[in-house]
């Protein structure tokens, strides 16, 4: 049976990517090695690394005066880093779900954070639209993208300060202006490479204002200098993104992508609007995410729940169980999956509201 | 043409490792899922993190109060992690190379560093044999193996404070005590598992001692007690170290793994011995590295070893150029590498031989 992989990360990946990477196991660009036994000084590799970065400058548009960079750690360990080389009195964060809240929790470790907005009153199912951000902070940090909750943001913010973007879950997805943008940074494994490899894309201009001292490998400015390469980068995960990268070029980049996303986006929630049996859990049409698709079961048919969940196991629908903060349902329905996978879960959605 | 792999890491891995991780990739556990696709949460992942870990336990019989994490970063972000989490007032290392004296560079960051001995006078060529450990420092930390200069300490240590070890390039090659050490870490690209993910074996009591905040990420703590799953941890690197493991087992284990990997070294040192055309940079047997073979040409041939270079290249052998601060050349014979491999390269350095 055809399997259908909405989980929200690690998630669904290229069929290109993955037998690229198979390709590459077998034999790494002739060398008759590996990917995962070359070494990363080798000249094959290196080149797959200034690959991959100048991929993701040509794809996002990435102004000179920016650097790109591919490290170890996750996007969790960015929680740390971004107030370590970021923070030196204040730092402005807006609190719009889990995620959010753990990088504004880590960056009081370094010095004021003030909690510009939350939507926690409302268990995160908004993104917050009136709130000042103080001019005196060091920089204002946000998650565009809510895996959890399904909100996210869909423009640029125009903040006076650096903006700094955790875009984990929605990188790729759609056009962005970087220059509206200070630090970008995010886990690959949702639209980009499998777990294990970090992108962050830097003004470098920001960056050398704190006075603490900075541990050498969790200072930016460590791996810009060295591009991504002082210490052995994660080898076959940045070989993976780039993959990736060459796949998302080949679909028309990210403008072609997002009319995809947005396609993909609206048939889920049109069929969740239009069926009696579920509810979206984000009320706001303009707050919903079109990465992470969250709903539940209409007040009248809460009973349903268990019964959905196995009916659409039976039909292959992998990793569609909401977070246990959320409940209910969560598609997530990254660049590659497919329009037909959607289309699948609607099916199965509109079987499942026939027997009822 | 047949390659011999002897790069000094990333390097050689198990063919059994190279298939298993393909097999994974087309079919994760009869998931229909990839590896890079398939969530960590899911039960088959978390079956693979459990495996992982207790194969390191068995392999290497961790006594009880000890825990094994796998996380992200290197072995770099080890030499702030271990300060971060255990230098109070004062630690100690010991100088025997370049990975050793960058280790030592970040402690400082954090606290008083004694170097207690150092071999740098001699270029790292010999293990540092009587010095004073400090009874009042935190912690004693040593790197087991030299991967650059070829040195390796044979015996684990008897120190009556805390002993930190870097065993990224000899760990799983030979029985150790880890009663001895307080923390045992390394990044897995030599014997363990291909570039992104770093063990860590942490004896639980030792932990807790400091007073300063410790970021979530950068926290032993954290990943014990979520047992390496506190954030999506590097998926598929967990996964090949797992085969490796696997076959690591079947092989026998380290006792037996030990005892091909004394002869692989005999098998090569020997032949630098014997020859006239090479020399070892380590002088003291007692000292050369089992991993790493480090040799030069020998004094009145000096001029041959860009001819020996291209002659090895050219029979299939693979990443042996020595670490630019030595010269010459490093043979490195990590577990995967077949005996067959190291005739193969004392063949050719016979065959070059009779040329001149």
Chains 1, 2 share one sequence.
Not at 57 to 66: T, W
Not at 130 to 143: E, G
Not at 201 to 212: A, F, P, Q
């Amino acid at each position: 049976m055809k399997k259908h992989n909405f989980y929200a990360g690690p998630s669904i990946m290229p069929q290109y990517t993955n037998e690229k990477v198979i390709e590459a196991i077998r034999d790494f660009e002739g060398t008759g090695l590996s990917i995962m036994e070359v070494s990363h000084r080798s000249k094959e590799f290196v080149a797959v690394m200034d690959s991959a970065v100048a991929h993701v400058k040509e794809l996002l548009e990435v102004p000179a005066g920016y650097s790109v960079i591919f490290i170890g750690g996750g996007a969790s360990l960015q929680f740390a880093m971004v107030p370590m080389n970021m923070l030196e009195k204040k730092a402005a964060y807006i609190n719009t779900g889990e995620w959010a809240g753990k990088a504004l929790k880590e960056a009081k470790i370094f010095g004021e954070v003030v909690e510009v907005a939350s939507s926690k009153d409302r268990n995160f199912n908004y993104i917050p639209k009136n709130y000042v951000v103080p001019s005196d902070a060091d920089y204002f940090h946000m998650t565009t993208n809510n895996t959890i909750f399904g909100t996210e943001w869909k423009k640029d913010p125009d903040i006076a300060i650096p903006v700094v973007a955790d875009m984990s879950s929605d990188i790729f997805s759609r056009p962005i202006d970087v220059s509206k943008y200070a630090i970008i940074y995010g886990g690959a494994q949702k639209n980009l490479a499998p777990a294990g490899v970090t992108f962050v894309i830097i003004k470098d201009s920001v960056l050398g204002k704190v006075t603490r001292p900075i541990p050498t490998m969790l200072n930016y400015k460590t791996h810009i200098e060295k591009e991504s390469m002082f210490n052995t980068p994660p080898v076959l995960p940045v070989f993976a993104a780039l993959k990736t990268l060459e796949w998302l070029k080949h679909k028309g980049g990210v403008g072609a992508m997002h009319k995809i996303n947005l396609e993909k986006a609206a048939l889920l929630y049109d069929e969740i609007e239009r069926s009696k049996l579920f509810k979206a859990t984000v009320p706001d049409h303009e707050d919903r995410s079109i990465m992470n698709v969250c709903f539940v079961m209409a007040d009248s048919y809460t009973e349903l729940e268990k019964e959905f969940a196995a009916f659409a196991k039976s039909k292959g629908m992998i990793g569609i169980e909401g977070h246990r903060s959320v409940g209910g349902f969560r598609a997530s329905l990254y660049n590659a999956m497919p329009l037909e996978s959607v289309r699948a879960l609607v099916d199965c959605m509109k079987e499942f509201a026939n027997k009822y």
